[in-house]
């Protein structure tokens, strides 16, 4: 069973930085198109980002603040939060964009002064 473990979250004023990662046990990991939702209390889970051979998606309210990466050798998803807003508050999980793994713990990530 394929395992999802996300990290890096936080509780952090507005205007801070974060960088959160997700690593995962999956062999083919590197062919994956892979992304990050994020899901605030009494809300549906969102589609934050995601990346892949076809190229990098942002969800429109964090383009030039949020930037996905990863590291292929290591089975890695990154995603760098900046310039935080109270509305980024939300745990963030990572998964693969096509059909899915069981979803992790996440990581909770905080944005308030």
């Known amino acids: 069973q394929v395992q999802v473990v996300e990290s890096g979250g936080g509780l952090v004023q507005p205007g801070g930085s974060l960088k959160l990662s997700c690593v995962v046990s999956?062999?083919?990991?590197?062919?994956?198109?892979m992304g990050w939702w994020r899901q605030a209390s009494g809300n549906e889970r969102e589609l934050v980002a995601h990346?892949?051979?076809?190229?990098?998606y942002y969800k429109d309210s964090v383009k030039g603040r949020f930037t996905i990466s990863r590291d292929d050798a290591k089975n890695t998803l990154y995603l760098e939060l900046n310039s935080l807003k109270p509305e980024d508050t939300a745990v963030y999980y990572c998964?693969?964009?096509?059909?899915?793994?069981?979803w992790g713990q996440g990581t909770q990530v905080t944005v308030s002064s």
């Open positions: 990346m892949g051979r076809s190229g990098v």
């Open positions: 998964n693969k964009v096509i059909g899915k793994f069981n």
């Open positions: 999956e062999s083919y990991f590197s062919i994956l198109t």
